[in-house]
Nanobody
Framework: QVQLVESGGGLVQAGGSLRLSCAAS????????MAWFRQAPGKEREFVAT????????YYADSVKGRFIISRDNAKNTVYLQMNSLKPEDTAVYYC?????????????????WGQGTQVTVSS
């Protein structure tokens, strides 16, 4: 069982930055693939970024590539999402997710545990 708690969301102007954090419980964090997804009102939950257990492999959605950076600190059982050059279309609830298998997945159904979400609002 893995419990995930996100933090760091808020209101920011377009062009600004935010860093989201996701604290995970469990002793197997270092072998767990982690990801960030987001869901805007009226839209389906969509993939943002994922990182392997060691942090050596990352993938990003095209919409955030070059602006967002996913990272992790296994000593702190925490995964981060640094969001730069934010745009109004980045406004959404951002969710942290954990996948028990090491293989890469880009859809929500590939993840086993979810946090409660944190709201990110980007004003124009």
């Amino acid at each position: 069982q893995v419990q995930l708690v996100e933090s760091g969301g808020g209101l920011v102007q377009a062009g600004g930055s935010l860093r989201l954090s996701c604290a995970a419980s469990g002793r197997t964090f270092a072998s767990t693939r982690m990801a960030w997804f987001r869901q805007a009102p009226g839209k389906e939950r969509e993939f943002v970024a994922t990182i392997s257990g060691t942090g050596g492999s990352t993938y990003y959605a095209d919409s955030v590539k070059g602006r967002f950076i996913i990272s992790r600190d296994n000593a702190k059982n925490t995964v981060y999402l640094q969001m730069n050059s934010l745009k109004p279309e980045d406004t959404a609830v951002y969710y942290c997710a954990a996948r028990m298998s090491s293989s890469t997945r880009f859809t929500p159904d590939g993840y086993d545990f979810w946090g409660q979400g944190t709201q990110v609002t980007v004003s124009s």
